[in-house]
């Protein structure tokens, strides 16, 4: 007969500096940050969720009485999580069907993914990230999306913050060569792209075209599943065709299309039977063609749209 007096191995410390409802605070006071970390890192939306989920895992299994910090820890285990997740990732992307972007989120307040701030995860910077190595992208992210020090990424990675120096400055220089002059388009472009995307709608290319930059580009990433260009269409009038082309799909006159927040920039979001079917993001040149849309990129691979769920209510 066991001794009464044995404590239960699975019954919670009393004496554990944080029992109960002290286990989910840090985790849940973070919650937003990590996310965001596991996102840039991943670009993905539904694995930066279960790098989330399996960091709460390995936080609410730990032995926590010997964490001064724990942000610092979580924010350790996300990252080398996200790393080994990435590793994966890259293979299966060499495969992708198609040009590949990054999983499309809302940034609204009542988004379904939280992000920590809405600036943090464009879409310009993400797809420039997906060309660095899994490690330099992880020490652009933590440095200078969330500007933690490098004797903190050093900790972070187990390397010499010498190395994350150096790693910093090459990542920062190769980001900022191939970044795009793209302006998101936000509240001051409403008008503008409601015109473009009523222009797709009823045919009228030469409504398109008058809304495009002459070196335009239009990215469609379908995955092999659905109907979607194969490769970067550039220049006005092939653009401008293609995007008529997509417009006049049969399913688009089912489709109901509402202006959303995506990625913290202005989109267009198409529900089917209330469902995310279609997602369109523009970006407007610079300078003298500011008011011209550069880069137009649409979401079409069903897979690839969890992210554009709201919450429930």
Same mark, same amino acid.
């Given at each position: 007969m066991p001794?009464?007096? !044995?404590?239960?191995?699975a ?7 944080r ?6 605070r840090?985790?849940?006071e ?5 996310f965001?970390?596991a ?9 930066? +969720?279960?790098?989330?989920q ?12 010997d964490?001064? &910090?724990p942000?610092a820890?979580?924010?350790?285990v996300?990252?080398r ?5 990435l ?7 060499e495969?992708?069907?198609g040009?590949?972007l990054?999983?499309?989120?809302l ?6 993914l ?9 879409l ?13 992208r ?6 200078e ?8 990424? !050093?900790?972070v990675? &187990?390397?010499e ?6 790693t910093?400055?090459?990542?920062r220089e190769?980001?900022r ?7 998101p388009?936000?509240?001051q472009?409403? +008008?503008a792209?409601?015109?473009f995307?009523?222009?797709c ?16 580009e ?5 995955g ?25 799909d049969?399913?688009?006159g ?8 995506i ?5 267009m979001?198409?529900?089917?039977g ?5 997602a369109?993001?523009? +970006?407007y040149g ?18 690839r ?8 209510g």
């Amino acid at each position: 007969m066991p001794d009464a007096a !044995a404590p239960d191995p699975a019954a919670p410390d009393p004496a554990s500096p944080r029992p109960g409802a002290d286990l989910a605070r840090p985790f849940t006071e973070n919650r937003r940050l990590l996310f965001t970390v596991a996102y840039e890192m991943l670009g993905a939306a539904a694995d930066a +969720e279960d790098v989330v989920q399996e960091a709460w895992l390995r936080w609410s299994a730990k032995d926590r009485s010997d964490v001064d &910090d724990p942000r610092a820890y979580l924010v350790r285990v996300t990252t080398r999580l996200a790393l080994n997740r990435l590793r994966t990732l890259r293979r299966a992307r060499e495969t992708y069907v198609g040009p590949w972007l990054p999983d499309p989120i809302l940034t609204t307040p009542d988004a379904a993914l939280p992000v920590e701030r809405a600036e943090e995860v464009s879409l310009a910077l993400l797809v420039v990230l997906e060309t660095l190595s899994p490690v330099e992208r992880a020490v652009f992210v933590l440095r200078e999306v969330f500007d933690l020090s490098y004797q903190e990424i !050093a900790d972070v990675l &187990d390397r010499e913050p010498a190395t994350v120096r150096q790693t910093a400055h090459r990542a920062r220089e190769h980001v900022r060569a191939r970044r795009p002059r793209y302006t998101p388009a936000g509240p001051q472009h409403a +008008e503008a792209t409601e015109r473009f995307l009523a222009a797709c709608f009823t045919g009228d290319v030469a409504g398109v075209l008058a809304a495009l930059a002459p070196e335009v580009e239009l990215v469609t990433d379908g995955g092999g599943v659905v109907r979607a260009a194969r490769r970067v269409i550039r220049g006005a009038d092939k653009v401008s065709r293609a995007l008529v082309a997509f417009a006049g799909d049969a399913t688009v006159g089912r489709m109901e299309w509402v202006p959303v927040e995506i990625n913290g920039a202005l989109g267009m979001l198409a529900l089917l039977g209330g469902e995310p079917a279609m997602a369109t993001v523009a +970006e407007y040149g610079t300078g003298d063609q500011s008011g011209l849309l550069a880069r137009v990129m649409v979401f079409r691979n069903p897979e690839r749209l969890a992210g554009l769920h709201r919450l429930p209510g």
